[in-house]
């Protein structure tokens, strides 16, 4: 440039601005807009040609050339966000199925009602097997009575009879227990469903 006047000096130096090449962040921005964001020193930015890939994640403005905020591009989402989003997402496809099995308050006592009896016809049967068991050792205990009024020995194939009905009877009303549990929870259980339907159909 040493033979150029000073003015074609800065006209070539303008030109070599204009041929450089922009970042690539700069690249194919529309021509009038500003892109507001802060910095890593908290500094509010107005820019034309972009936001630096660093800053995006943070969100920024996008203004008109009257300065109107056009676009607002949110924050990206932090880790503790995504995951209640996920929760949330998780939850309403639960409830979605829910819906499918319970549509209504009817639909769930109808259930309730159902499930209930099957329960209530499971103890009834074991009840009336503990009362025959009962019986039998009522007959059992006298045949033993007699054979000790007699002055005989029970014989063992009483006594064996006698322990089996004891077991018989004890695994009965083990039975019958975990069914009123299961009764009791069922209750409870309905009782959410119920709940959750009143608080999910409008």
Request: glycine content about 6%; hydrophobic content about 40%; proline content about 6%.
């Amino acid at each position: 440039m040493a033979d150029l006047t000073p003015l074609g000096r800065w006209l070539a130096l303008g030109l070599c601005l204009i041929l450089a090449p922009l970042p690539a962040w700069a690249e194919e921005q529309p021509e009038g807009l500003l892109y507001r964001y802060v910095d890593s020193r908290g500094v509010t930015v107005m820019d034309r040609q972009g936001v630096p890939p660093e800053y995006v994640g943070q969100g920024y403005q996008v203004l008109n050339a009257q300065g109107r905020v056009v676009k607002v591009v949110p924050p990206a989402p932090t880790a503790e966000e995504i995951r209640e989003a996920q929760q949330a997402e998780a939850q309403a496809n639960a409830d979605a199925q829910f819906l499918q099995q319970y549509r209504s308050v009817a639909d769930v006592d109808r259930a309730r009602t159902r499930r209930l009896a099957e329960l209530d016809a499971l103890i009834g049967v074991a009840q009336g097997n503990l009362q025959g068991l009962s019986a039998q050792q009522v007959s059992l205990q006298g045949q033993a009575a007699d054979q000790e009024r007699a002055g005989r020995p029970v014989p063992q194939s009483l006594i064996d009879q006698m322990h089996d009905l004891r077991e018989q009877q004890q695994a009965l009303n083990e039975q019958i227990q975990r069914y009123q549990d299961v009764r009791r929870q069922t209750e409870i259980e309905f009782a959410g469903y119920r709940a959750r339907v009143q608080r999910l159909v409008p």
